[in-house]
């Protein structure tokens, strides 16, 4: 007989040892649901190396719990004309799934794009930060999501509208999100006006429009009355509201941030993303085109572009500031974001390079699902008292609750770190994870007193204990007050063809408004900012130009403002190239071979689609094309009507015309005239140009080669020939 074991704690029995976990024992390593996200290939696929996690397994169609299905078009039913049985799982498991398929939009930003990419230090920042994302050579996988303000999730992505610039940095420290705008400053100094603002520029309540416009009421009666929204608003008004492609977009993170170093020295910094296309906008025409014939325009570039493996770039740089008690810099308050610090009074510092190479392979998954926030910060980098930005630091947070529908989104794949993740969350909607243990409390005395705080030296983020004073008050400080010196400075800097286009835009934004008292409240706010402009816009409404109401010292223009003057590499570029069948083939494809060595993305145009022959295929036709696509035009060929329309044609005009282009040419060559982007007609295609007549700064003829296309290339460089027109559509 063998004697039993004695109990624990049994009367009698040994007392129980318990020793106090005091040594840290090793992290265990990240739970299945916690490893990183499936790196993807630059097209997008998963990588062929983590294949376990693709949503996709086995061959069969399967029900949600993988029984395989043998049909899935025919409901089961009592004889083929009978009525459906309740007992048909599938049928309930298929529509009950499809009927929850929806989330809740975003509340603002809802219409995006995104991209997977990688995120290069030089080192330069790992002087003033001491996060691993800055540290020399450091390469850290990202996830970028462009997107337009106001309109919902279906809406165009031309319209006039800031544009969203959010990245997550998945370092090894953890996610870092720069949730930015491509205007560096914003409508707002306190974020307690979010809501309103928000609620100004939506569309009206009543009758749910204008969609993802500000050209409306309610949009001008909130800025002309919080005039602190005059600088954003001018931006707005800008060519920056109407971006070419999010590819040549600058990125800002409008806040001041403050980074720590490896001493807990401290340093202000604004970030700033400077795309290496440079900064270029579409024409408002090419705008409102581009909603009616291509709402996905923005959309579409930047996937096109990954696809065929243009892959965009841009440089992370920094505007340091010394953390000084008043953070203030050279006048200018540090902690308002309606403000911005000219790059010549601090120049941006570059520290790292960004590249996106990869296409989400689900929109929903990725895209939809990204939940940034501004409070995802690393150790190096932290936050300042900036009221905007203590307002995002709750809001960001509590709207993913509702959106993403529980407080478990960042065990979405999109939105898990690649560093190992170890919290005592539990539970919840949506719980990935299986969590070990019986104590996600600390202390304790159970799970061996895991898990163990970190120290400054094992990583931990530590917070600057700035000092901090004051009344409780519900007050701005005195230099809040200045609301109109930058929107003047922004004015003062733009070219005159930029500042047509501001004009115009006022011009066409206080147009649609209905109410004449919001006009000329705007107009007055116009006259604060510069009295040429107030008075072209006045002049447009048909209007009587008002004095200006308030003083400030002149500001200094800041040239790196304006987006015209320069020339940029034309990598991924589109050139439009008009083919006749009948005609000169083996020259376009020698021209197409040209284009593509250079860099460009050449699309051919016939008038059918198809195999043209030499190895050519027409990849858009003249009912497919339109002008709006293309940064350059070239017309290889005669592009002639056909010959019963020519022959209808003439009959009704009743003479001999000599019109002989089809007329969807005829309006591609003269829409890309009109926007002032480079034609280049060779071949055939010179009587086209011939015939429409046109003339001047960027219109090419020639036979295609050596010269003339040193020059097409040379003014896609500049983006547009704008000195053909003194303004343009
Ligand atoms: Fe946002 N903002 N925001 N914002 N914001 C959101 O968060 C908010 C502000 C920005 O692609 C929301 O996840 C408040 C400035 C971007 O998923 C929400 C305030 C800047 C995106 C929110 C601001 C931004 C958002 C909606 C004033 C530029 C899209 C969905 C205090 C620096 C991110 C979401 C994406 C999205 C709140 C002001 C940029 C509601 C309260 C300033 C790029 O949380």
């Not at 395989?68 to 309740?86: N, V």
């Not at 700033?272 to 923005?298: I, N, Y």
């Not at 911005?340 to 190479?357: D, H, N, R, S, W």
Request: net charge negative; hydrophobic share 35%; proline share 8%.
């Amino acid at each position: 007989m063998t004697t039993p074991a004695p109990v624990p704690g049994a009367p009698g029995s040994e007392p129980p040892t318990l020793e106090e976990p005091t040594e840290p024992r090793e992290v265990p390593p990240p739970k299945p649901d916690q490893q990183q996200p499936v790196p993807h290939s630059p097209t997008g696929a998963p990588s062929k190396d983590a294949p376990t996690a693709s949503a996709q397994q086995g061959a069969y169609l399967t029900t949600a719990t993988g029984v395989r299905i043998g049909d899935s078009d025919h409901s089961l039913k009592a004889g083929p004309r009978g009525p459906t049985l309740l007992s048909d799982h599938h049928l309930r498991e298929k529509i009950m799934h499809f009927d929850h398929e929806r989330i809740p939009e975003r509340v603002v930003h809802a219409r995006g794009a995104g991209a997977h990419g990688v995120f290069v230090s030089n080192g330069a920042a790992s002087k003033v930060s001491r996060a691993a994302v800055f540290a020399d050579g450091e390469e850290t996988p990202v996830f970028v999501r462009f997107s337009t303000v106001l309109g919902s999730r279906g809406s165009a992505d031309t319209v006039r509208d800031t544009r969203g610039f959010a990245t997550k940095f998945y370092t090894r420290e953890g996610n870092w999100d720069l949730v930015g705008n491509n205007i560096p400053v914003f409508f707002i100094q306190d974020g307690i006006k979010f809501p309103d603002v928000i609620h100004a520029g939506k569309p009206h309540p009543d009758r749910e429009i204008p969609q993802a416009q500000s050209a409306h009421d309610t949009f001008w009666d909130f800025v002309s009355l919080h005039t602190e929204a005059q600088h954003h608003a001018i931006w707005n008004m800008s060519d920056r509201g109407i971006p070419r492609s999010y590819r040549m977009m600058e990125g800002f993170g409008v806040h001041t941030f403050r980074l720590v170093d490896a001493d807990g020295q401290t340093t202000l910094v604004k970030f700033h993303w400077k795309p290496r296309l440079g900064v270029h906008s579409l024409t408002w025409e090419e705008a409102q085109l581009a909603g009616g014939v291509d709402p996905d325009f923005h959309r579409r570039d930047l996937y096109d572009a990954i696809e065929s493996g243009a892959h965009p770039v841009w440089d992370l740089g920094i505007q340091a500031f010394p953390d000084t008690p008043d953070q203030m810099f050279e006048g200018i308050d540090l902690l308002d974001s309606t403000k911005l610090v000219p790059e010549e009074l601090a120049p941006v510092q570059l520290v790292g390079t960004l590249t996106l190479t990869g296409n989400p392979t689900n929109f929903f998954a990725e895209t939809e699902q990204v939940a940034f926030h501004t409070g995802h910060l690393v150790p190096g980098i932290d936050g300042t008292d900036d009221p905007l930005l203590m307002a995002r630091n709750f809001s960001y947070l509590d709207t993913q609750l509702t959106r993403l529908a529980g407080p478990n989104f960042n065990q979405i794949p999109v939105n898990r770190p690649h560093a190992p993740v170890n919290d005592n969350h539990r539970d919840g909607f949506h719980q990935q994870a299986v969590h070990g243990g019986v104590a996600p409390y600390k202390p304790n005395s159970l799970d061996a007193g895991c898990p163990f705080f970190a120290g400054a030296d094992e990583g931990a983020f530590v917070d600057v204990p700035v000092e901090v004073q004051g009344s409780k008050v519900r007050e701005n400080p005195a230099s809040y007050d200045d609301h109109f010196s930058q929107a003047r400075l922004f004015w003062l800097s733009m070219s005159p063809v930029e500042q047509e286009h501001i004009v115009n835009a006022y011009s066409f934004e206080l147009g649609k408004c209905y109410e004449q008292a919001i006009k000329e409240r705007q107009l007055i706010a116009l006259a604060n900012i510069d009295a040429d402009l107030c008075a072209r816009v006045s002049q447009a409404l048909g209007l009587v130009a008002p004095e200006r109401t308030v003083e400030y010292e002149e500001p200094e223009p800041s040239p790196a403002l304006s987006q015209l003057g320069g020339t940029w590499p034309t990598d991924g570029r589109l050139v439009g190239v008009v083919v006749d069948p009948d005609g000169d083939l083996a020259g376009v494809a020698a021209m197409r071979e040209e284009l593509m060595a250079q860099g460009l993305l050449p699309l051919l145009i016939a008038p059918r689609g198809g195999d043209l022959g030499d190895g050519l295929v027409a990849q858009r036709t003249f009912a497919t094309a339109r002008s709006i696509e293309f940064d350059a035009l070239v017309v290889a060929g005669a592009a002639p009507l056909a010959a019963d329309a020519l022959t209808s044609r003439d009959s009704k005009a009743g003479d001999d015309s000599t019109v002989r282009t089809d007329p969807r040419v005829g309006l591609l060559v003269q829409e890309c005239f009109r926007h002032c982007k480079a034609v280049l007609a060779v071949g055939d295609g010179r009587a086209v140009v011939e015939e429409l007549g046109l003339v001047g700064a960027g219109i090419m003829t020639g036979d295609g080669e050596g010269d003339v296309r040193e020059e097409l290339l040379a003014l896609l460089g500049t983006h547009r020939s704008w000195e053909r027109f003194a303004t343009s559509m």
